[in-house]
């Protein structure tokens, strides 16, 4: 069993290195930020799997077997009658995009406990789901409530991204999910300040992991940009500076791919501060090249440049 699993929706990505209204060629790969996570984590030597729904569409093969070059354990994924969402994103200066999502009744949002397999779920290590995975349908929200409670019971540890997408849904919403969750998240990686300021009326870090914590969350690690990343336990916490780019290309996907160092440095035991660090470093590296899955660093690179900055 993959020691880390995600529960969400990855879709095919179209990219175009200038506005889509002057496009005339579109780069496809694939995107989501659950599965962008476990990218990260399998590139840096976790195993990983992935849960979702695949539409049989002509891009089932495509997502299939990209997933599995990467590392991701596909046998969790259930073929299904329908079509897999896309979107097209374009590139303008200073990593700044423009995006289009064709996602609505796609064959992952039709995702249901029904889907779930219980065995798995009950041996898993860690799950990582996102306010994303609740927020594309009222079946998938009630596969995370499902998944998610399994893990717990059973000794696993969830890990949650709140991720709000205002698009997808209203904060009101947003806010239901992640209180009827929150018994079940051991680690919660927000964002600040806006999003929190939104979900919870708080933008304090601090604050923000004080929440947490009072819920009986394990960890936290508050993801605040350029000024860095905020962690806590309910023992000690600390600020992680981020480390600078040497350029920006793309953002896209940078929280995810510290999603996905982060808790691949939590399941090797390393600290908080360390897991941090390595997860800034991740998502540092991966603006600095194209797409949310494409320009994502490999071990090697990662534990160069963490030495090299933090020293």
């Known amino acids: 069993m993959p020691e880390l699993l995600s529960l969400g929706e990855c879709m095919i990505e179209l990219f ?3 506005p889509l209204a002057e496009a005339t060629t579109l780069i496809k790969t694939f995107g989501g930020d659950t599965c962008n996570a476990l990218v ?5 030597g976790t195993s990983t799997g992935f849960i979702t729904r695949v539409g049989d569409d002509p891009f089932r093969d495509f997502l299939l077997h990209a997933w599995r070059r990467e590392g991701i354990d596909t046998s969790l994924c259930r073929i299904v009658p329908g079509f897999n969402g896309l979107y097209l994103i374009a590139l303008g200066n200073n990593g700044a995009r423009e995006f289009i999502y064709y996602r609505s009744g796609s064959a992952a949002s039709t995702l249901e406990p029904a889907d ?3 065995e798995a779920l009950r041996q898993c290590r860690m799950l990582l789901v996102s306010g994303i995975s609740q927020a594309i349908s009222v079946t998938a929200r009630a596969a995370v409530q499902v998944a998610s409670g399994i893990v717990h019971r059973h000794g696993g540890d969830v890990a949650y991204d709140p ?3 205002p698009r997808l849904w209203n904060a009101e919403e947003a806010r239901a999910a992640l209180t009827a969750l929150l018994p079940t998240i051991a680690i919660a990686l927000p964002s600040a ?3 929190s300021d939104l979900l919870l009326g708080v933008t304090d870090p601090a604050e923000i992991a004080d ?5 009986g969350v394990k960890i936290v690690a508050v993801k605040c940009g350029e000024r860095g990343v905020f962690v806590a336990d309910e023992g000690a916490s600390c ?11 793309d953002t896209s996907g940078a929280g995810d791919t510290f999603n996905g160092a982060f808790l691949h440095a939590i399941l090797r035991g390393f600290s908080l501060r360390t897991a941090a660090q390595l997860g800034a470093t991740a998502a540092s590296l991966k603006v600095e090249g194209r797409g949310a899955v494409a320009s994502q660093p490999r071990g090697p690179q990662v534990w160069e440049r963490l030495k090299a900055y933090y020293g």
């Open 193 to 195: 300040p806006e999003e």
């Open 40 to 44: 990260a984590a399998a590139r840096l």
């Open 211 to 215: 929440f947490y914590l009072s819920h």
């Open 116 to 118: 779930l397999d219980q």
């Open 16 to 18: 175009a290195d200038r």
């Open 239 to 249: 600020w992680v500076e981020a480390v600078p780019p040497r350029q920006v290309i």
């Open 163 to 165: 991720n709000f997408r």
